[in-house]
């Protein structure tokens, strides 16, 4: 019969409960290799998947992947043209030729559609009312754009 140590490092004559993954867990406390671990001495933070519901873990695999659900990615994606947008609006009072006028008014123009694409994918992904938001309206952003002119 083999002779094992206790966690004290006695011998021990017979058959052990302690299981082969608990020893190594065990023995790498004793050398230190879970001291530099973060939340050490600490509760995990919990992560608020309230409005997850039954794709809570889903939501949660996808996140430890690097992944967004695709309502969150379709939020993202709104986010990106609205702020290319802005970025046209700040743009216009620099456009001093008809023909630079007229390039500002077509990227609005694909702008406001991308937008709206990726606003329509939202809102019909998005678990709730909350994440929706409203929709641009080409005509309203083309006009705010002339009055930047």
């Known amino acids: 019969m083999p002779i094992r140590k206790d966690a004290e490092g006695n011998p021990q004559f017979g058959p052990s409960w302690e299981s082969l993954s608990e020893r190594l867990i065990r023995e790498a406390m004793e ?9 050490r001495g600490r509760r995990l933070p919990l992560e608020d998947e309230t409005y997850a519901g ?11 992947a690097g992944i967004a659900p695709p309502w969150i990615e379709a939020d993202k994606e709104a986010r990106r043209q609205l702020e290319a947008r802005d970025a046209l609006l700040s743009r216009a009072a620099d456009a001093r030729t008809e023909m630079a006028r007229d390039r500002l008014r077509r990227e609005m123009r694909a702008v406001v559609h991308a ?18 938001r409203p929709r641009l309206d080409p005509a309203s952003e083309l006009a705010q754009l002339e009055r930047r002119f």
């Open 115 to 132: 937008a709206n694409e990726a606003i329509d994918r939202l809102n019909s992904e998005a678990p709730t009312m909350a994440q929706h």
């Open 54 to 64: 039954d794709n809570a873990l889903g939501y949660h695999v996808l996140k430890n």
């Open 31 to 39: 050398r230190g290799e879970f001291d530099d671990l973060p939340f």
